[in-house]
């Protein structure tokens, strides 16, 4: 009963988590952007880090709110460069700022040694600690932001499959991508003080790769998603106290593991049956 009721709050956690990734991965994947999350995380830690180098406690407001400015600035860059007729590919321009965040984030702890463990919760989190107070306050958040997305919905789908036919619709493309990754910025922010950025990266991608396996419909992604995180969530929480290894980590290696099976099953299983 001990162990299940410190369980709780990461596992809970973890299922807010899956439940707003799981749909930003499925407007992500259609994007072709599959690294944005990364990306973004990666400029969100850069601003903690950053923060912290002046002084700033990690998991404070202050921390937050500079981690995300440093977040609306990546999302203000993505926005404007997708285009009908771009030479450089965004996906190029997203591994771009995320290996100079990653590079500045660590030149910023070089000069602050007292700290590199912080850099490592960044990296891998640590959400087997995670306070309810933490997880009602990502709750109401993520709540939000649902809400948003699913207000405007129609125009952020039809951005994400076929921004040219969007476009020409009448949609102003680089204000609602500019939305979308603004909103995004807010999930990416939070997502990271809490489970750290690889953590936060396969919540995004790795569901909705899942559930791509077995359907190309939004509605049957999103249930599939969702329960692929959920299981995974539980799975990997439990292993990660019972094992007495990193918990960001324990859930990382977890997705994969249940995305080769996934995979088999749908190789050698699924279309006989199909």
């Not at 951005?159 to 009448?170: L, N, R």
């Amino acid at each position: 009963m001990d162990t299940l009721s410190f369980l709780l709050a990461p596992f809970i956690a973890s299922l807010i988590l899956t439940g707003i990734h799981a749909y930003l991965g499925v407007h992500v994947v259609e994007r072709g952007v599959i690294f944005v999350d990364l990306s973004l995380a990666q400029i969100a830690a850069l601003g903690t880090t950053i923060a912290v180098l002046y002084g700033i406690e990690p998991h404070s407001t202050g921390a937050y709110v500079v981690s995300l400015i440093f977040t609306f600035i990546g999302a203000a860059l993505f926005s404007t460069i997708r285009g009908r007729q771009v030479r450089i590919p965004q996906e190029a321009i997203i591994g771009i700022c995320y290996a100079v965040a990653s590079a500045a984030a660590i030149l910023a702890m070089s000069k602050s040694t007292e700290q590199t463990e912080h850099l490592k919760e960044m990296l891998v989190g640590n959400i087997l600690t995670v306070s309810w107070f933490e997880v009602g306050k990502t709750a109401a958040l993520y709540g939000a932001i649902g809400l948003f997305h699913y207000v405007f919905r129609k125009k952020f789908l039809a951005i994400s499959m076929d921004a040219v036919k969007a476009e020409a619709d009448g949609i102003n493309t680089r204000l609602w991508d500019f939305l979308f990754y603004a909103s995004f910025g807010f999930v990416v922010t939070s997502s990271v003080a809490i489970a750290g950025v690889l953590l936060v990266f396969c919540y995004l991608i790795v569901p909705s790769v899942g559930a791509m396996l077995f359907s190309a419909k939004i509605g049957t992604r999103l249930a599939i998603g969702w329960t692929m995180g959920t299981v995974v969530s539980a799975i990997g929480v439990y292993l990660s106290l019972k094992i007495d290894l990193p918990t960001g980590a324990t859930i990382v290696c977890t997705f994969a593991l249940v995305l080769i099976l996934m995979a088999i099953f749908r190789q050698f299983f699924w279309r006989r049956t199909a």
